[in-house]
């Protein structure tokens, strides 16, 4: 079967940065997202990795080593608008919709 | 523009009840996914609709159904309500050349 691990919680003060890590094991694996989560709201699209390497936005970036079946989210010059929940989710079959999400990681940023 | 809309947002059943809940995803998208968002199972696939046709389905018994109409906008209905249901529906849209998935906020469904 899928499943994907990464780390419950995690804290970081403002203006740190801060990576949370994904392992997973799937079937099949075409690549790898990351969505943000506030309470209460959707969860928007952050990156998406099908290929080795970093992918950079702004403060954030992330990494896929498939090899590993790894990954990562970096949140760099963390701000207090940070704290939410981040997914990592894997796409293992053919369809792009159909995602297996990992079960988050909840971020608090502290002042 | 608009971004994903869910119908209703909050609602209250009974066991045994059934539901029906209403999505319209970003105009232009033709594609509606459905996932089932609770605290001990986290996000779970239920079902995906591309011009008005399952394209796939996620395990989850037959209680749980959608359907797409010609203008994209999509149902889901799920029949005889269980307590387990009680969770956070979320509605997803995307465009044909990316993978990226644009979420509504959801209809977040208790069950007594």
């Known amino acids: 079967g899928q499943s994907l691990e990464q780390p419950s919680e995690v804290t970081a003060v403002e203006g740190a940065i801060v990576q949370i890590n994904c392992t997973y094991q799937t079937s099949g694996f075409y690549g790898l997202s990351w969505y943000q989560q506030h309470d209460g709201g959707a969860p928007t699209f952050l990156s998406y990795?099908?290929?080795?390497g970093l992918e950079e936005t702004g403060r954030f970036s992330s990494f896929l080593s498939r090899s590993d079946s790894y990954g990562y989210l970096l949140l760099q010059e963390l701000q207090m608008k940070d704290s939410a929940s981040y997914f990592c989710?894997?796409?293992?079959?053919?369809?792009?919709?159909?995602?297996?999400f990992g079960s988050g990681t909840q971020l608090t940023v502290l002042p | 523009k608009a971004g994903v809309t869910q119908t209703p947002r909050y609602l209250i059943k009974t066991r045994g009840q059934q539901v029906t809940l209403s999505c319209s995803p970003i105009s232009g998208h033709r594609s509606v996914s459905w996932y089932q968002q609770t605290p001990g199972q986290g996000l779970q696939f239920l079902f995906e609709?591309?011009?008005?046709?399952?394209?796939n389905k996620g395990n989850f018994p037959g209680r749980f159904s959608g359907r797409q109409f010609s203008n994209s906008r999509s149902e889901m209905n799920v029949s005889t309500l269980e307590l387990g249901d009680s969770a956070l529906y979320l509605c997803?849209?995307?465009?044909?050349?990316?993978?990226?998935?644009?979420f509504g906020e959801g209809s977040r469904l208790t069950v007594l």
């Open positions: 990795n099908a290929l080795d």
């Open positions: 997803a849209s995307s465009g044909e050349l990316t993978g990226e998935l644009f």
């Open positions: 609709y591309f011009s008005e046709t399952q394209r």
């Open positions: 989710a894997v796409r293992d079959r053919g369809s792009a919709r159909q995602l297996t």
